[in-house]
């Protein structure tokens, strides 16, 4: 095993500690700092509290909570559909916070709920939001399903003794959902009672990142047993491997039938959807890569463990590199002509605004919480 694996591992160790639910095997999260935006403002959860930054000028606009959650925040807030914020946290809550509506004696956000208590363990994934329905998995291997309106636990779908960190993907041509399980395997639920439709093979080795659905219901993942794997979608069967040379920690993006994706080796892949075949050789950034690239157009942007911002062409080149500092383990967030990194271990600044059309050339401002 590499130094980088080892530093990584012994890095991500510090957060699942404490996990219960864990077993034997080391596991990690695709999100240290969780961070999420709309048109105005982003969001960033970050250690002990989540910041409303605005995204014009990075000046902060509210620190939830008030006093630091001491158990913290790791995974990416999620927006509801009426400009709510849901943030999952250490502590075992899910909190359901209003952006718009701060409390005048604090100047944090006001809660419209907190699950009660009955979410047993850590949350570490980000929640699905079906209908009026939330999807919150929990390091304790149940998702619950939980009214948007109330904050109420509708029902409890039990799914494994390994650990759930992977947001849920819907699946809308089948009306079902896919979690990915730490027990090696994929699940496809049904939305309207919550019934299982079916659970893959072993599929090798864990699986902590989202996974991606194309249009026609295929789900991907990539897993800790050094492949991206593609499941039909009806059926859970395999369909096609393709071997990476090291872990897939995060899971793929998919555009225009072709699958982008790393590896802890630092191994940017392009794949075709189809098929599984190599659409291109292999990039190698600078460091290992612990999450999802995003994409704008022709670009794909990715962050790596080290310091840096990589622009790559779809058709396989690095483009542009933008030195940020720190360690970037979550991915980058594209916010209008903005793009946002959110680095670690890089002295007070949390968060960074960059050019999307010239990221190494222009900085649009650096984000350091007011005390």
Partial sequence: ??????????????????????????????????????????????????????????????????????????????????????????????????????????????????????????????????????????????????????????????????????????????????????????????????????????????IVGKPAVGPDGTVYVGTFGSELVALDGTTGSVKWRFSTKDWVWAGPILDNNSLYFGDLSGNFYAVNAADGSALWTPIKPNNSIVDTAVISRTNLYLTTEADSLYTISTAGTITNTAVVGGIMYTAPVIAGDKILVAPTGFGTTLLVALSLENPSGSQKWAFTPAK
């Fill in 1 to 206: 095993m590499n130094s980088k694996k080892l530093y990584l591992i012994s890095t991500l160790l510090l957060l699942s500690i404490f996990i219960s639910a864990c077993s034997s095997s080391v596991y990690a999260s695709t999100s240290w700092h969780g961070l999420t935006a709309d048109a105005n403002f982003a969001y960033l959860a970050a250690g002990t509290q989540v910041y409303g930054v605005d995204l014009n000028t990075g000046i902060q606009k509210w620190k939830f909570p008030a006093k630091p959650n001491a158990k913290g925040f790791y995974a990416n807030p999620v927006l509801t559909p009426d400009g709510q914020l849901l943030v999952p946290s250490y502590d075992h809550f899910l909190y359901n916070i209003d952006p718009n509506n701060l409390d005048p004696s604090t100047g944090t956000p006001t809660t419209k709920w907190s699950s009660p208590p009955d979410l047993k363990n850590r949350l570490i994934a980000s929640p699905l939001i079906i209908n009026n329905s939330v999807y919150q998995p929990s390091s304790d291997g149940n998702v619950y399903v939980i009214d948007l309106a109330t904050g109420a636990i509708i029902s409890k779908i039990s799914i494994s003794k390994e650990p759930l960190w992977a947001q849920p993907v819907e699946g809308a041509s089948c009306k079902c959902f896919y979690i990915a399980s730490m027990n090696h395997s994929v699940y496809s639920f049904k939305i309207a009672d919550n019934s299982q439709l079916w659970r893959s093979a072993d599929l090798g080795g864990s």
